[in-house]
Antibody, heavy 120, light 107 residues
Framework: QVQLQESGPGLVKPSQTLSLTCTVSGGSISSGGYYWSWIRQHPGKGLEWIGYIYYSGSTYYNPSLKSRVTISVDTSKNQFSLKLSSVTAADTAVYYC????????????WGQGTLVTVSS | DIQMTQSPSSLSASVGDRVTITCRASQSISRYLNWYQQKPGTAPKLLIYLASSLQSGVPSRFSGSGSGTDFTLTISSLQPEDFATYYCQQTYSAPRTFGGGTKVEIK
């Protein structure tokens, strides 16, 4: 079955850019029918949707983060990526990638999540 | 953005209890409502999609209902493995938004 795995630095300095990659296995991003999403969870808090990308490259970002977010896709590697610029301590969170079904709009599966801490 | 409000934020219950969690949307979202279960240190797990459809592999003691702005998640007979935090999510429009969560604890 399809599995997702996040990877990237666990520590980022303030004002720098957070970069994460989600590797998809067991299925092809290029097959269509799904949005590929990023979601984050601040420590001990709820879930915040960051945005998604379709295999064609079309994106939608949460307006609250839009000025700092870029999501891209590399179909040759079956990966999609998140870049969040100008980070502060408020961006410290567990970052998840997930697949959203395009018609019924459920999120499954999710990656295991990766904690990113913003600190000098 | 569509705001999702869950209640209660936490509850204590015993094994075997019937538990109901509610979720209210700030505007109509038709039936575009999902429910997730999250245990500490793990990713959310899809339980219910489109308000009442049970995800494959999820026990039948979980059920969902509602449409428009008001939704419920019911656990008919709480089991030890059900102690977790539950989140609702609307996917009627972007940005997708989640409720604040309901933590189900052991009484």
């Amino acid at each position: 079955q399809v599995q997702l795995q996040e990877s990237g630095p666990g520590l980022v300095k303030p004002s720098q850019t957070l970069s994460l990659t989600c590797t998809v296995s067991g299925g092809s991003i290029s097959s269509g029918g799904y949005y590929w999403s990023w979601i984050r969870q601040h420590p001990g808090k709820g879930l915040e949707w960051i945005g998604y990308i379709y295999y064609s490259g079309s994106t939608y970002y949460n307006p609250s983060l839009k000025s700092r977010v870029t999501i891209s896709v590399d179909t040759s590697k079956n990966q999609f990526s998140l870049k969040l610029s100008s980070v502060t301590a408020a961006d410290t969170a567990v970052y998840y990638c997930a697949r959203e079904e395009q018609q019924q709009n459920w999120f499954d599966p999710w990656g295991q999540g990766t904690l990113v801490t913003v600190s000098s | 953005d569509i705001q999702m409000t869950q209640s209660p934020s936490s509850l204590s219950a015993s094994v075997g209890d019937r538990v109901t969690i509610t979720c209210r949307a700030s505007q109509s979202i038709s039936r575009y409502l999902n429910w997730y279960q999250q245990k500490p240190g793990t990713a959310p797990k899809l339980l219910i999609y489109l308000a009442s459809s049970l995800q494959s592999g999820v026990p039948s003691r979980f059920s969902g209902s509602g449409s428009g702005t008001d939704f419920t998640l019911t656990i008919s007979s709480l089991q030890p493995e059900d102690f977790a935090t539950y989140y609702c999510q609307q996917t009627y429009s972007a940005p997708r938004t989640f409720g604040g969560g309901t933590k189900v604890e052991i009484k």
